[in-house]
């Protein structure tokens, strides 16, 4: 099979029709775009075999994930997805592993209107690497600058089930049969919180989606915007198999799991009721979980307000641990 040959069959899918800002897809030079809305949002993940995914990963979850990785970036800017470009690089032609993982990724792209519109297909070690176009109305962009001292810290979903299920697959530690059903998929399959991030435009100011820890990626927005925060460590909200484990394993890997594709996001407590409609309107669970303060730095909570002088590194892939 030729690389075109390998294009056509697993994603050019000339039957289908575009969303209406995308005016050419798959088989050009470039595809070609014609914005509806104000603002573009564009963004970038790249996923290499052996660093963000294990070999013999199945590949319909895999296509799943690239793509919702991508999709959660839109989300946690609270713009509409529009189409995606897919760059791949394969160490041979396998046509069960495309026929899968073509599966998972259209599955994913389908149910939230997002059309490939091009790429790139090349020999080499497995990577994958996905653009991402979404657009925003005149309300604007949910930035990592926007927190005000004041605001209310949420979290959508559940935390730490993903980080689990990955520390069961390195030998970490075991899992019964039972949970580990409950907690891999948060791992594989991911969900987007793209409704949601949508939905909160006008009502959060701050917001960032959750892939490195939800501590270190809270330190994003704290940093962006000069302010504080302090959160209440045990309301994070634990994923149902981690939440039965023990207390100093929940809240590591509810801080500073990873994985996770949640959105954090700030909102003035005086919109409360609007973002806890949101949510409704979207059905998703969001967690009040702290505030942001005007003294700069992370304070991490129990219950009862006592600090737990805790700190944990967040992930980052040129520092080993
Ligand atoms: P060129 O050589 O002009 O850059 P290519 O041969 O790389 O074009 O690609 C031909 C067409 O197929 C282009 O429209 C490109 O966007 C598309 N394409 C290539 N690889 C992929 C892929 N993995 N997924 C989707 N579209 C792809
Ligand atoms: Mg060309």
């Known amino acids: 099979m030729s690389e075109f040959d390998l ?29 509806v809305q104000q603002q573009q949002a564009i963004s970038m993940d790249m996923l290499v075999e052996g660093r963000h995914f294990l070999p013999g990963t199945d590949p319909i979850a895999l296509g799943h994930k690239c793509l919702a990785v991508n999709l959660s970036d839109l989300a946690a800017m609270g713009a ?3 189409g995606f470009t897919l760059a791949l690089a394969l160490p041979d032609i396998d046509e069960d592993w495309l026929q899968g993982f073509s599966t998972g990724l259209f599955a994913l792209a389908d149910q ?14 497995r990577t994958i690497c996905i653009t991402v176009f979404g657009e925003l109305d005149a309300a604007g962009a949910l930035l990592r600058s926007a927190a005000r001292t004041g605001d209310d810290i949420w979290v959508s979903g559940t935390l730490g089930d993903a980080r689990l299920a990955l520390s069961y697959r390195l030998g970490e530690r075991t ?3 039972n949970a580990l059903a409950q907690c891999a998929p948060r791992m ?14 006008g009502v959060a100011h701050a917001a960032i989606d959750i ?22 460590v045990d309301a994070l909200p634990a994923g149902p198999t981690l939440a039965r484990q023990p207390v100093t394993l929940r809240r590591e890997y509810c801080v500073a799991g990873g ?15 609007a973002v806890l409609d949101a949510a409704c309107r979207t059905q998703t669970l969001v967690t009040r979980v702290g505030c942001i303060d005007a003294l700069p730095g992370l304070r991490l909570t129990d219950h009862s307000g006592s600090d737990l002088r805790l700190t944990y590194p967040s992930f980052d892939h040129f520092i080993t641990p």
């Open 175 to 177: 899992l019964d049969e």
């Open 112 to 125: 939230h209107g997002c059309a490939l519109i091009g790429g790139d297909t090349t020999k080499g070690p």
């Open 7 to 35: 294009i056509a069959r697993y994603f050019a899918r000339p039957d289908r029709g575009h969303p209406p800002s995308v005016l050419l897809g798959v088989g050009d030079d470039c595809a070609l775009l014609r914005p």
């Open 188 to 201: 594989d399959r991911p969900t987007p919180r793209n409704e949601l991030g949508m939905a909160l435009v």
């Open 211 to 232: 892939s490195d820890g939800f501590g270190g990626d809270l330190g994003h927005i704290l940093t962006r915007s000069g302010v504080g925060a302090t959160i209440d």
């Open 80 to 82: 509409r997805p529009v």
């Open 259 to 273: 994985d996770d594709y949640e959105l954090c996001f700030t909102a003035p407590q005086a919109h409360r009721q």
